[in-house]
């Protein structure tokens, strides 16, 4: 039976992974959130190191800060950039952690992960991958991982404790994860969250 005035609850994983993949294949268009260099600028990547990327990684940015910039990633550490999109972060992080180490992009949009190779092929990276998948079920053997960078991917994940647990599985020991989030001040009401453009405000 259909309650007046309610909306069916639409389903979130797939409208992030409609919306992301739109960023990636016209990122010239209006979105529903920020996108692009001017935007990468704005939350603290140096324009020196843009201007030395390329477009397929720039053009449809979409983190919500610079944490490949801020993260401490000594050289030869192994790194996964957990929700990589058009891998910025990933490409940064390979050049900080060298050639002795290796990053492992993981996003679940094709579209995304098509720029992020064709970026890293465009710089000639030997030392990153990037692989589909879900990020409460990660490619990757345990204990592998000494930095993860997660640049805003939880606040468009309804259960996110799948995430946290396999962030722990994949990590060493000794490993760190720098993660940068968008949070609200306070709860969103229930018909709110049924709104898929609430999710990306």
């Not at 990122?27 to 030395?52: C, M, N, Q, T």
């Not at 940015?61 to 790194?79: C, E, H, Y």
Request: with cysteine.
């Amino acid at each position: 039976m259909k309650v007046p005035g309610r909306s069916k609850r639409f389903n979130l994983k797939e409208g992030v992974r409609k919306a992301y993949s739109a960023a990636a294949e016209k990122p010239a268009r209006k979105h529903p959130f920020p996108v692009g260099v001017a935007f990468a600028r704005s939350v603290g990547y140096p324009k020196s190191i843009l201007a030395e990327m390329p477009a397929s990684s720039t053009e449809s940015f979409a983190g919500v800060s610079n944490v490949s910039i801020f993260a401490d990633i000594p050289a030869g550490t192994r790194v996964l950039d957990l929700g990589c999109g058009a891998g910025l972060d990933s490409l940064i992080a390979a050049g900080r952690t060298g050639p002795a180490g290796h990053v492992i992009g993981i996003d679940f949009s094709d579209a995304m992960l098509q720029r992020a190779q064709e970026a890293a092929d465009e710089l000639g990276t030997r030392n990153s991958e990037f692989k589909k998948a879900n990020v409460g079920e990660l490619p990757l053997e345990d204990s592998t991982i000494d930095v993860a960078l997660v640049n805003g991917i939880f606040n468009l994940n309804r259960d996110r404790n799948p995430i946290f647990s396999e962030l722990a599985r994949v990590m060493k020991s000794n490993g760190a994860a720098f993660v940068a989030e968008l949070i609200l001040k306070e709860p969103l009401a229930e018909e709110e969250t049924r709104d898929e453009d609430n999710w990306f405000a």
